[in-house]
């Protein structure tokens, strides 16, 4: 016996409110006693010319997709695309970025190379490919924000979900006839069968609860709480006792204000006289350099002696007077332009009297006598002298045999 029923409704969203199914027939749906009858019917189903249909079971069914000829699922495919999205566009950002928009030099390496990408690359790749995938999922797939459908509610649905398994034939098949399909499900040895409803004629106009006020301030009221949750865990509560151990220290931090002193610097210089092990005192600090003249160089001229110069010297004066001594710094601009250390004051300076500089200051130029130590200056006097010697050279400073082409060593 065919068995109608029509369902009532009961509650499924707010501007629903239809106490009987109005709409279209949906489907023919059949209930099956036993996990055997339904796959057999459902292979029978999947051979029949029916092929808008579907299979319920309350568990999963071993071989039901087989049973039922599905085709693979396009989901694989889906995501592929969205990983692809990724890709493009980490490369196409990460290009933008460091190749364009904030180029910065790193070491002499190109602003933008694939090597380095990759992390961000596949980041984003995995990213866009699962994200994507799922709200591609709820609203292509599930049809979101549509939140019902016409099996909802339903005595078969109970059923399906609980104690029997079920196959629905729908009414969107283009072979789908009432009594034929009913005849058919029932020649499968199905135990009940009956008819399903649409709610109303036209559901696509029914308003879903999604975009409902209520709906919508309690999301917002979620993210509310949760910033203001977020936030004061982050500022207040991790700087409370016990939380603050590790940041509330007894320490000063670098560059910052300190009540303690009275000059109010929390940095601090050595007290005035101190001599630092290994070092001895400048006994010219501060006199007038017409005094350094007889200081002589201890340093011998090695190798080694110019390696240690060369490297304080960039390390410490570089930033000002450029890597050849030429003022033509990276600071450029944003200091006061050292004079060019290749002029003739320079030259004719005696080593003291630049060892005397470095201790000292020049006006704007600060004293260095913190930072380099005393064999570290001497050092630098070496080198600075092998930079002036370096850009002054002379024909006969070539060895003999390694003149320039095409011409006589003049001075011979
Ligand atoms: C913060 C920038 C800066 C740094 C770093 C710096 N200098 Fe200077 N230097 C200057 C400026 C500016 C002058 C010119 C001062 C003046 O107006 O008399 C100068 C002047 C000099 C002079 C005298 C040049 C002249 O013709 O009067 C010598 C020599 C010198 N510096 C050596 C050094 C050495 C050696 C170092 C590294 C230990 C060093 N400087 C580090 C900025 C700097």
């Known amino acids: 016996m065919l068995k109608k029923i029509k369902q009532k409704i009961v509650e499924v969203n707010v501007d629903l409110k239809i106490d009987e199914r109005s709409g279209e027939i949906y489907a023919v749906a059949a209930l099956f006693e036993t996990p055997d009858s339904i796959f057999h019917a459902a292979e029978k189903v999947g051979k029949s010319k029916y092929s808008k249909y579907d299979i319920h079971t309350p568990y999963p069914i071993h071989g039901m997709d087989d049973a039922m000829r599905l085709k693979p699922t396009k989901l694989g495919f889906v995501t592929f695309i969205f ?43 995995v990213l866009f490919a699962a994200l994507l ?26 059923r399906v979900s609980t104690d029997r398994y079920g196959i629905v034939i729908e009414a969107e098949d283009k072979n789908f006839d009432k009594d034929k399909v009913t005849e058919f499900l029932k020649s499968l040895g199905s135990s009940e069968i009956s008819l399903i409803y649409k709610f109303t004629k036209d559901e696509d106009k029914i308003k879903t609860p999604i975009f409902d006020l209520k709906f919508i301030g309690l999301l917002a009221g979620v993210a509310v709480i949760t910033a203001i949750g977020t936030y004061i865990i982050l500022n207040k509560v991790i700087y409370t006792t016990p939380f603050d151990w590790m940041t509330d220290q007894f320490r000063v931090n670098a560059q910052t204000q300190s009540k303690f002193f009275e000059d109010g610097f929390g940095m601090r210089l ?9 070092s001895s005192q400048y006994k010219f ?15 011998p001229v090695t190798k080694e002696v110019f390696a240690r110069g060369k490297q304080k010297y960039e390390t410490f004066c570089s ?11 990276r600071l450029k601009g944003q200091y006061p332009n050292p004079p060019t250390l290749h002029s003739e004051k320079i030259k004719n300076f005696k080593d003291g009297n630049i060892y005397h500089i470095i201790v000292n200051g020049q006006n704007v130029m600060p004293s260095y006598s913190k930072q380099i130590s005393p064999d570290d200056r001497w050092a630098i006097v070496h080198y600075i002298r092998a930079l002036l010697r370096s850009q002054n050279a002379l024909d006969n400073d070539f060895p003999p045999g390694n003149e320039r082409p095409g011409e006589e060593n003049k001075n011979k």
Request: with cysteine; charged share 15%; glycine share 12%.
């Open 133 to 158: 995938t799922i709200i591609f999922t709820l609203f292509v797939f599930n049809k979101l924000p549509k939140i019902f459908h016409p099996l909802m509610d339903t005595e078969y649905m109970k």
């Open 83 to 125: 990983g692809l999205l990724g890709v493009i566009i980490a490369l196409l950002m990460i290009g933008y970025m460091s190749g364009i928009d904030y180029r910065n030099i790193i070491g002499g390496k190109p602003f933008f190379a694939l090597p380095p990408s990759m992390p961000v690359a596949f980041e984003l790749t």
């Open 270 to 278: 050595p007290v005035e006289g101190t001599v630092s092990k290994g």
């Open 285 to 299: 600090k501060g006199m007038p350099d017409s005094l350094v003249k007889n200081l002589s160089n201890p340093l």
């Open 319 to 329: 930033s000002c007077h450029g890597y050849y001594g030429k003022g033509d710094s």
